[in-house]
């Protein structure tokens, strides 16, 4: 029977958008850096400070995250804010921290890119990118961390069709990076008791339409502190190949 929903133009040999017209695909495993890999039977933590403040905060971060058993430390240097009056972030400085201290506590690094100028300046820094909610549509930046050939944690739009979040993975793999990792963080809602609402849905749908592993941040979609460690659990318990957790040392 034909799907109603279908629209061709998304359609590619990267991907199959239709649900039980053939056997989900097996997640394929892939390093994210030495030594660690996704998709396989662990689970891997990402954690850390929204944004890199000093170098003193995101020490304590990153000791607190790595004791934790987190194996990826996340910091964002180039902060999107939803006011231009909120702090943006500390840039290059920023990445220079994070760069030092994820060698200094022997963690892998992963970060926000927000600009296709500014991937190759990221890359001397981050061993994995970060494509955030805003920039999912992004199709010169996706082209740009495409190219580059490092890890891209792609978060889903807010306001994103599952084709379309899948859309834009393809972007990136047609220009020869197959190391995309999926990020459901949270789609917007009616509901204001929390800052979005989490597709816990999408997890395994997403499992039975590419081959790509598929990660959940329960901070961004939870908006609050205390149900994160629930939203986590359900997220695992639906088949989630990893969490990027926020953390603060001072929150």
Known sequence: MEN?????????????????HAKPP???PFALAPGLTIGGAAIVVMAGPCSVESEAQLRAAARAAKEAGASVLRGGAFKPRTSPHSFQGLGVDGLKILRA?????GLPVITEVIAHTDVDLV?????????????????????????????????????????????????IRSRGNERVVLCERGVRGLETV???????????????????????????????????????????????????IEMHPNP
């Open 4 to 20: 109603p929903d279908f629209d061709p133009e998304l359609d590619s040999d990267l991907i199959r958008w239709e649900i039980g």
């Open 26 to 28: 097996a997640t394929r």
């Open 101 to 105: 201290v994820g060698d200094e506590v």
């Open 123 to 171: 890359a001397q820094y981050a061993d994995i990118f970060q494509i955030g909610t805003r920039n999912m549509h992004n199709t010169p930046l996706l082209h740009a961390v495409g190219e580059s050939g490092k890890p891209v944690v792609l978060k889903r739009g807010y306001a994103a069709r599952l084709e379309e979040w899948l859309g834009a993975a393809d972007h």
């Open 194 to 244: 929390t800052r979005y609402t989490l597709d816990i849905n999408a997890v395994p749908a997403m499992h039975r339409l590419c081959d790509l592993p598929v990660i959940v941040d329960p901070s961004h979609a939870a908006g609050r502190s205390d149900i994160v460690a629930e939203i986590s659990r359900a997220a695992v318990a639906a088949g989630a190949d990893g969490l990027l």
